[in-house]
């Protein structure tokens, strides 16, 4: 196994293992001090450098969203770093799943992600091919999954999640929900899920009253 991929694996284990306590850091002098926040001492750790292209297709806005979604997922996951796309070579999106790998190893990317989207009425296909440059000139892992295109959050999901699997050997997070408690008044907690990511809120409890220990069932 290489460095590169034992360091995905640690930084992505160490976001669900108990942590050791760390010393509150000293607030500055005349300045507004956070309410929270953590300093990680990596020791010289560089996250994977990633690029992720806007993918074909015929339907161009669902393609946007598709990155989008593809990229916010990497960048919480913390072990990516996404390039930006106008750091991308010219003409890259002609192609396709054809690249010119120099090129993007040039800008400094040490993997690619390319897609396609083919929509139909209600439903699509989204294709993905990943590339890890160290490893080849071909892609390491590709992906086409066929669902409703209202279903493309969904999809990306499922597709970031094979990408964090190759890397660590660990599936990723990604679509999972968590459970949280929020104060609407000072005599009112409404227990609610959302994804990992902010979205699809869902209150749970209808009560007007504490709810602060939820007890969960499989």
């Known amino acids: 196994m290489r460095t590169s991929r034992i360091a995905l694996a640690c930084l992505t284990l160490g976001l669900f293992l108990p942590q050791p306590a760390l010393a509150a850091p000293e607030e500055p002098d005349g300045g507004e001090q956070d309410l929270f926040s953590i300093t990680v001492d990596a020791k ?5 450098r990633i690029a992720v292209g806007e993918p074909f297709g015929n339907d161009l806005p669902l393609g946007k969203f598709v990155r989008e979604i ?22 890259w999106r002609d192609q396709a799943f054809n690249p010119e790998v120099a090129k993007w190893r040039h800008i400094g990317a040490q993997g690619l992600i390319l897609g396609e989207v083919k929509v139909s009425g209600e439903q699509a296909a989204f294709t993905f091919k990943l590339w890890d440059f160290e490893r080849g000139l071909t892609p390491e892992l590709e992906r086409t999954y066929n669902a409703p295109r209202k279903n493309a ?14 890397f660590t050997r660990v599936p990723g997070a990604f679509g999972t929900r968590i459970a949280f408690v929020a104060s609407p008044t000072p005599t009112l907690k409404v227990v609610h899920t959302m994804d990992h990511d902010g979205h699809d809120l869902l209150r749970i409890s209808q ?3 504490l709810n602060i220990l939820p007890s969960w069932s499989p």
């Not at 959050?153 to 190759?166: E, G, S």
């Open 153 to 166: 959050r969904y999809v990306v999901h499922q597709w970031c999640n094979a990408v964090m699997q190759h």
């Open 70 to 91: 593809t990229v916010n997922n990497l960048r919480i996951a913390t072990a990516f770093k996404v390039l930006k796309d106008t750091t991308y070579p010219r003409a």
């Open 207 to 209: 009560e007007k009253s």
């Open 44 to 48: 010289g750790y560089q996250p994977y």
